[in-house]
């Protein structure tokens, strides 16, 4: 019995042990590939360049990352001169919170080219993880190779591409988010508040999910949550503003000038570019029923746990991605749980014919998403935003049809 003991206590050390090993492994693999491909295609990479310019510039000469010769610089190995936001030529302003260099910083020391190198390495590891989390905070269990065909979905379609190539943060912020989900699910009200303080340094992200969360610890008197929220962010705060007190005047002045040559729209106005008869009363009424439909999650969920708390989490993020301006489809990989929500229903009602109809919406969504991709840059005359469309109404109806099926029969137990 003592000897049973001690086999299964070592296997148990050993594990963990083998994971590190591996992920350590993929990790040096991955980097080695990525150092080739940046290499091989040094002009990519953008997002990345105007917050490691900054993190670069803070770490080594100390300036604020929103100095001017800050956005000039990258607009310099960008461009090779000054932009031109007349043109519609983005200013690479730095434009994060600076508690986000908690994240960027560390890229700094290193040149571009290495740091980029890591950094997609950070993101395409943040896209696995993902994928892994969403499948356990879903209770989706599925065979290893429907889990690696899921993972390779993830990078190829446009949103994941485009993630790894431009290396927004977003991908990184998305796993962030899942994990305050999953924390949330195991009843880790301290983690999740930490990581749900992690998510605040790109904002825009998460305008919805956290005042959801903070209402929702409220009325459940869920008092970790808040505290370590509070806690967490109060401390970035504090700790930003006292080495860099102007920061936030600093950062306005850069979010000021995003209009100028940002074009925004939302994936709900872009109905009335395809129907344009549903121009402006249509796109209305569309935004006032979905923001009652959030509503009615809110309240639904209000004094309750389990499933219908993540359900409404995931509709705030998608909601996030209908109805407020995008300015780029990264931000997108915030809805991989929802969408893999609605697949999961979809197989779950339909078993016989479930996996059949899950390949023909990923075959779907890749072929549309980059023929939406490159039909918007090639056709002149097209909006620049046609790949904003699909994804977000998809994961929307997908919620709908999910909630009867994943979260009322928890509810009448």
């Known amino acids: 019995m003592s000897i049973k003991t001690k086999v299964d206590t070592d296997s148990i050390h050993i594990k963990p042990i083998l994971w590190i090993l591996l992920l350590v492994s993929s990790s040096f693999m991955l980097t080695i590939l990525n150092t080739r491909f940046v290499q091989a295609f040094p002009g990519g990479g953008q997002d990345f360049l105007d917050r490691w310019t900054g993190a670069s510039k803070w770490v080594v000469e100390g300036l604020s990352p929103y100095h001017p010769n800050v956005t000039a610089l990258a607009q310099q190995m960008i461009y090779g001169r000054p932009a031109r936001p007349e043109e519609g030529e983005d200013l690479h302003h730095f434009v994060y919170p600076f508690h986000s260099m908690i994240f960027f910083a560390p890229f700094g020391f290193l040149d571009f080219p290495q740091a980029r190198a890591l950094w997609m390495t950070l993101l395409e590891l943040s896209i696995v993880g993902l994928v892994i989390v969403s499948l356990r905070l879903l209770k989706w269990e599925i065979s290893r190779v429907k889990t690696i065909l899921f993972i390779l979905f993830s990078f190829s379609w446009v949103y994941g591409a485009h993630t790894l190539l431009v290396g927004q943060f977003a991908g990184l912020n998305a796993l962030l988010i899942a994990l305050v989900l999953l924390t949330l699910q195991r009843n880790q009200d301290i983690r999740a508040g930490i990581l749900l303080a992690l998510t605040t340094t ?5 305008v919805l999910l956290i005042p959801f969360l903070i209402l929702w610890a409220l ?7 808040i505290s370590s929220f ?3 962010l109060g401390i970035l705060l504090v700790a930003s503003l006292i080495i860099l007190p102007t920061w936030p005047l600093e950062m306005w002045g850069q979010l000021s000038a ?12 872009m ?6 008869v549903l121009a402006g009363w249509g796109t209305t009424l569309a935004t006032g029923l979905i923001v009652l439909t959030l509503a009615w999650s809110w309240w639904q969920s209000r004094t309750k746990t389990g499933r219908v708390i993540i359900w409404a989490a995931l509709l705030s993020i998608v909601v996030t991605n209908l109805i407020i301006p995008r300015t780029t489809t990264s931000n997108f990989m915030m809805m991989l749980p929802a969408f ?3 697949l ?11 996996s059949w109809l899950i390949a023909f919406v990923f075959v779907g969504l890749f072929i549309s998403g980059w023929m939406l991709f490159f039909a918007a840059f090639i056709e002149e ?18 919620l709908i049809w999910a909630y009867p099926r994943w979260v009322r029969p928890t509810q009448e137990k």
Do not use: D, N
Not at 202 to 206: E, S
Not at 219 to 225: F, G, N, V
Not at 344 to 354: A, C, T
């Open 202 to 206: 790109k904002p825009q992200m998460v």
């Open 271 to 276: 109905i009335g570019v395809f129907f344009p």
């Open 344 to 354: 999961m229903s979809l197989e779950q009602s339909i078993p016989r014919w479930g």
């Open 258 to 269: 995003y209009p100028i040559y940002a074009v925004s729209i939302s994936p709900v106005e």
């Open 340 to 342: 893999f929500l609605g």
């Open 230 to 232: 509070g806690i967490t």
């Open 381 to 398: 005359t097209l909006p620049k935003h046609l790949v904003f469309f699909p994804l977000p109404i998809l994961c929307f109806i997908g």
């Open 219 to 225: 009325t459940t008197k869920r008092w970790r949550l």
